[in-house]
């Protein structure tokens, strides 16, 4: 293990806004990591205080071991991209560049080198003496990122590198970002949690300024140790239902749990199989929509609406379904009900 940031311990308040509570977490040399989370739930909050430009309430930020909670921005090897990120207007591709290494003390022969070299990384060779305004949104988002690898940080610290850019450009953008910053450390924060999983080494997920879940985007996604992780990182069919004898059962499915009373069945749609089988539960398809690529179905079985992802076209009215126990997971029946417990009030 080569921790390079340790979190710990992190709490701040602004007035009546508790907006971290305890935050505490590690990245390893080498490593992408993604902080998910809804709006408001504290991301740049606490960008802000590794970066060193907002001071934790409680806690301490430690790197590569050295405690630099009370160390200056410009003095922490840290790379900071702000969530509003503006690029200096009135100066040119290199100079926006320059200005990172220069402002930490380098000569101007050093840091035009230094800013050459990553805007030919970043893909913008040739454009050195092009100002802001005549970039695409997509070129301007890459020279905002050679200006952060120009200080040649330890750490890289985005925050929502990609939401100024449609959707198209977010996705390739996203590809390219990661093999620009293959290697390096790097701690990306953001409420898309598709682009999250597809990036991630390890996925943080927060809400309302705690941390909720740590591991990789496949753990969290298929054993979420929460109905919120669970619903937060893709669409998911819950019932309620009720466990005894070591059982809880879904349509003709038996799933063997450690639970008794009240709980709460998961299922994702696309783990809910449409089979050619007359022994399988029946359902009526309610609703039918084309959603790019697949289709989205909700099926009414036996009382339950259930909502199943078809790679095919179904023509029929009725389809029998197929559940795998391994597929199925089961929570506790939440005290505060399934819809704050997945904070949809
Ligand atoms: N300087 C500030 N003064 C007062 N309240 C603040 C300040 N900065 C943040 N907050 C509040 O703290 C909470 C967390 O804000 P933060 O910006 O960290 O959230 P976020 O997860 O980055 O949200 P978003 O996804 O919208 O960027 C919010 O309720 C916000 O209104
Ligand atoms: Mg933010």
């Known amino acids: 293990m080569n921790k390079i940031l340790e979190v710990k311990n992190i709490s701040k308040r602004f007035g009546n806004i508790q907006a971290l509570r305890d935050v505490s977490f590690d990245v390893e040399k080498g490593e992408f990591v993604f ?19 907002l001071e934790p309430d409680e806690g301490e930020i430690y790197i590569e071991g050295e405690n630099i909670t009370k160390t200056p921005p410009w003095e922490r090897p840290v790379g900071y991209m702000p969530q509003t990120y503006a690029l200096f207007p009135h100066m040119t591709v290199l ?3 320059m200005f990172g290494p220069i402002h930490r003390g380098l000569d101007r022969e050093e840091a035009i080198e230094k800013a050459q070299k990553y805007i030919e990384l970043v893909g913008l060779k040739g454009w050195e003496k092009a100002y802001p305004h005549e970039l695409s949104g997509g070129m301007q988002q890459r020279v905002a990122l050679a200006r952060v690898l120009a200080v040649e940080p330890k750490i890289i610290l985005l925050d929502e590198p990609l939401s100024a850019l449609d959707a198209l450009l977010r996705v390739k953008l996203r ?6 910053l293959k290697g390096k450390t790097v701690l990306w924060v953001t409420h898309d949690q598709e682009g999250a999983m597809s990036l991630a080494d390890k996925l943080i997920v927060m809400r309302s300024g705690r ?33 005894h004898g070591g059982f809880v059962q ?12 009240p709980v709460v069945i998961g299922i994702r749609p696309e783990d809910i199989k449409i089979v050619k089988n007359n022994s ?13 690529g697949f289709w989205r179905l909700l099926v009414d079985v036996e009382g339950i609406d259930l909502v199943v992802y078809s790679l095919k076209r179904i023509r029929s009215k009725e389809v029998s379904l197929r559940i795998h126990p391994e ?19």
């Open 35 to 53: 902080i998910v989370a809804h709006t408001n739930a504290g991301k740049s909050t606490l960008l802000k205080i590794i970066a060193g430009i």
């Open 95 to 97: 100079e926006n560049v």
């Open 175 to 180: 590809g390219e970002i990661k093999k620009i």
């Open 211 to 243: 941390i909720v879940a740590v591991g990789n985007a496949m753990e969290l996604y298929y054993k979420p140790t929460s109905l919120y992780v669970a619903h937060f990182l893709g669409e998911i069919n819950f019932i309620e239902s009720v466990a």
């Open 250 to 261: 879904i349509l003709d499915t038996k799933v063997s749990t450690d639970k008794i009373g």
């Open 280 to 292: 399988s539960p029946l359902g009526r398809v309610k609703e039918l929509r084309f959603v790019g």
């Open 327 to 345: 597929d199925v997971l089961v929570f506790d029946y939440p005290p505060e009900g399934i819809r704050r417990a997945v904070h949809l009030e």
